[in-house]
């Protein structure tokens, strides 16, 4: 199936197994969704559980996390994480923090699902990956389905949580078709290594995990080990697995889509740093956007964002220590 279909079809197994959960956005009913993921769902449970909002995306986030407070499991969906920005005061300041201000008291096991990233020609305004952002603030956990496995079971992961989780679908891998495992491969937090290798961690997440294992594959054939660590949370970050791959490895290269400047990458490869120093054989790289707004010609916009020649370019620089 598509990862579109998977992640519709985790959708539909958490509708049917929770009567108190419900689906509600930006024309997620009749319309099927932005992009199509609950297309057909409205016809199927009724306008109770897959609920149309208006164009207000403080308004159905600060209703979804009331629902949250009052014993429902709601799943909101913001079309991209661009427009999430409007909503930024309901998810830092109230679902972020109540659990804490209210001396864990009040929970709010609300789910928020976001388009990321770029590679459709939808320029600036709908192309960028405020993954960092989020996995900032404590509160929130922030996960990243990089598989069709993932995208199918994760978010039933997410909604055991008793704390807000926000779950980031790459737009590039939306029409990408791949196996669904029978179940969850680990719980959401851990990190996974997709690909075994000795001579240099590649550690990705979401849509760049599958550039990582392309580029993996192209250094094999030139005699270099790769292995790809798939991040798969992003707060909190599964310190133990990325560590223990670059014990082995020696050698780290970091692709993530955020801009340089204050990304995640950065984070960790201060992880490393701090708590794998004497594990490296040279300094750790990062791979990610170039720094202006995504654009919106396509010859520009891939120019913008990783691509497996350039993961495949820095892990050879690491190789030769530079």
């Not at 300041?93 to 590679?119: D, E, I, K």
């Not at 079971?153 to 790459?170: C, N, S, Y």
């Amino acid at each position: 199936m598509t990862y579109r279909e998977a992640l519709s079809a985790g959708i539909e197994a958490a509708l049917n197994a929770d009567p108190r959960t419900f689906l509600m956005g930006e024309d997620v009913g009749r319309y099927g969704g932005c992009y199509a993921v609950s297309k057909g769902l409205l016809d199927k449970y009724g306008e109770t559980r897959i609920i149309d909002t208006p164009l207000c995306e403080s308004g159905f986030v600060g209703v979804g996390i009331g629902a949250a407070l009052g014993g429902m499991r709601p799943i909101v969906e913001i079309m991209t994480v661009n427009f999430s920005l409007l909503a930024m005061d309901q998810i830092v300041n109230t679902a972020a923090t109540l659990r804490h201000m209210s001396g864990g008291q009040f929970n709010v096991p609300v789910v928020f699902r976001m388009a990321c990233g770029a590679g459709k020609q939808l320029a600036a305004q709908h192309s960028h990956s405020w993954e960092n952002l989020y996995a900032h603030i404590p509160g929130l956990k922030v996960i990243s389905p990089g598989t069709h496995t993932d995208a199918r079971f994760m978010l039933a992961q997410a909604l055991a949580d008793p704390d807000p989780v926000i779950i980031f679908e790459h737009v590039m891998l939306l029409n990408e078709s791949g196996e669904v495992a029978g179940q969850a491969e680990a719980p959401m937090e851990k990190a996974l290594v997709r690909r075994q290798g000795q001579d240099v961690s590649l550690i990705a997440y979401g849509g760049n995990l599958h550039k990582a294992q392309a580029a993996a594959g192209q250094l094999a054939a030139e005699g270099i080990s790769a292995e790809v660590v798939d991040l798969r949370c992003l707060r909190p970050l599964d310190k133990a697995t990325l560590l223990a791959s670059v014990a082995k490895t020696h050698r780290a290269v970091i692709i993530d889509e955020g801009w340089h400047s204050g990304s995640l990458a950065g984070e960790i490869s201060a992880i490393i740093m701090e708590e794998g120093f004497w594990y490296l054989d040279a300094p750790v790289k990062r791979v990610c956007s170039a720094e202006v707004p995504i654009p919106y010609p396509a010859h520009l916009e891939q120019a913008a964002i990783p691509q497996v020649e350039t993961i495949v370019a820095m892990a050879k620089a690491v190789m030769e220590g530079r």
